[in-house]
C-alpha cells in the first residue's frame, strides 16, 4: 500500500483512562489515569497504518478531572497551529471522559479552522481485558482523517457513534457507552472504517465563532438549587469576585426563593448569572420558571450546567454585554 497519500493525522494526547494503567487486566475501576504514553496508545493500534499518516504529541499526561482552563488555551493554541499547515488534515485528542464535554465544547467555540477535531476517550484503562481504547482510538483517527467530517464542528467519536461537541454528555459511570446526546442524539457512526454522518448541529461554531481562548479566565463557578440550600455560597463567591454564576436549577431552570434572592443581589453587583438545569435533557425556557427580565438572568437554553460554564467563562472573557444573546446562538 502507498501510504504516502493518506491523510495526516496530528495525534495530541493529554491522558485520560484510555492512556490507564492498572497492575491487574481484571480491573476496570482501580487504575491510575494519564500514565501511558501517546506513542505506546498508537503502536498497540496497528490499523492505524491503514488509515492515516500521524503526527503524535503528549500534550498532558493528566487525569481529566483536574483539567484546568491554562490547559485548554495550550491545547486549543497548539490545534490552530497544526491545523494551519498545509501537511495536517485533522486532529484527534485523546482525553479523559470526566471533564471530555466540556473542552470539546471549549475547542468547538475557539478553534479556527473548518478541518476536523475529534477528540476521544475510553471507559477501561489500557491494560484491561477488552480495553475499549484502541478501537476508539482508531475510529476517532478515521473520522479525523474523513473529508465528510470537515465543517461540523468539534466531534466525539465514542463507541462506534459520533457526538457533536456541543451536545455529548457522558451519562455512566461505568458502561462503554458511556456518552450520549440527550434530546439531539448523535450525529452518526464510525464502524470498520465507515464514517457516516446522519445530521449536522446548526449553531454557530469553530470558524464562525467570535471567541478565542484566554490568557486569563474570569472567575465563574456554578450552584445547585436543592431544597433547603442557603445563599451562603453564592454570597462566598461574590466577596471573593466570581463574574459570572451558572446555576444548577431544579427542572425548568427553576430557583429555591433564598437562591433567587442571592442571584438576584448579585446581578445588581455586576455578575452575570445564567439559569440551566440539573435535570440532564430538556432545555431551559427563558422567562419560563423564572422571570429573566425581571431578575436580570439569562436562560442556557439546552447547554448543561457544565457547557453553560464554558460559554459564560467565554463570554465574560470577551466582555459580552448581551449574555443571552451568546445563548440563542452559541
Ligand atoms: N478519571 C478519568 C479521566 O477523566 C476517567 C476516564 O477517562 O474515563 O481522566
Redesign the pocket.
Known amino acids: 500500500m502507498n501510504t504516502s497519500s493518506l491523510p495526516r493525522v496530528a495525534v495530541l494526547a493529554t491522558?485520560?483512562?484510555?492512556a490507564?494503567q492498572a497492575g491487574d487486566s481484571s480491573k476496570t475501576a482501580g487504575y491510575k489515569?494519564?500514565v501511558v504514553g501517546v506513542d505506546k496508545l498508537l503502536d498497540a493500534v496497528h490499523a492505524l497504518g491503514s488509515v492515516a499518516r500521524i503526527h503524535a504529541e503528549q500534550i498532558a499526561s493528566?487525569?481529566?478531572?483536574d483539567m484546568s482552563a491554562a490547559l485548554w488555551t495550550q491545547l486549543a493554541r497548539r490545534i490552530d497551529e497544526l491545523l494551519a499547515q498545509d501537511d495536517i488534515d485533522g486532529v484527534v485528542v485523546t482525553?479523559?471522559?470526566?471533564?471530555?464535554e466540556e473542552t470539546a465544547y471549549l475547542l468547538h467555540l475557539t478553534v479556527k479552522s473548518a478541518k476536523p477535531v475529534v477528540l476521544t476517550?475510553?471507559?477501561r484503562p489500557s491494560t484491561a481485558l477488552s480495553a475499549d481504547g484502541p478501537l476508539n482510538l482508531l475510529n476517532a483517527v478515521t473520522v479525523a482523517a474523513s473529508k465528510d467530517a470537515a465543517g461540523k464542528g468539534v466531534l466525539v467519536a465514542f463507541n462506534n457513534q459520533i457526538h457533536s461537541a456541543r451536545d455529548v454528555t457522558k451519562t455512566s459511570t461505568y458502561a462503554v457507552d458511556?456518552f450520549r446526546s440527550p434530546e439531539t442524539g448523535l450525529l452518526g457512526f464510525v464502524q470498520d472504517g465507515r464514517v457516516e454522518f446522519q445530521r449536522t448541529v446548526v449553531r454557530a461554531h469553530t470558524v464562525a465563532s467570535e471567541f478565542a481562548v484566554a490568557d486569563r479566565w474570569p472567575m465563574v463557578e456554578i450552584v445547585a438549587s436543592y431544597a433547603d440550600v442557603s445563599r451562603v455560597t453564592v454570597d462566598a463567591l461574590v466577596a471573593a469576585g466570581v463574574r459570572g454564576i451558572v446555576v444548577a436549577g431544579t427542572g425548568n431552570g427553576s430557583m429555591h426563593a433564598v437562591l433567587t434572592q442571592a442571584l438576584a443581589d448579585a446581578v445588581k453587583q455586576g455578575v452575570a448569572v445564567v439559569r440551566a438545569s440539573r435535570v440532564g435533557s430538556g432545555h431551559v425556557m427563558r422567562n419560563g420558571a423564572a422571570n429573566d427580565d425581571a431578575l436580570g438572568t439569562v436562560s442556557a437554553g439546552t447547554l448543561n450546567p457544565y457547557k453553560a460554564r464554558v460559554l459564560l467563562m467565554l463570554a465574560v472573557a470577551s466582555n459580552v454585554q448581551d449574555v443571552q444573546r451568546v445563548f440563542d446562538v452559541y
Do not use: N, V
Open positions: 491522558g485520560g483512562t484510555i490507564g489515569a494519564g493528566i487525569d481529566s478531572k482525553h479523559g471522559t470526566d471533564t471530555l476517550a475510553a471507559m458511556a
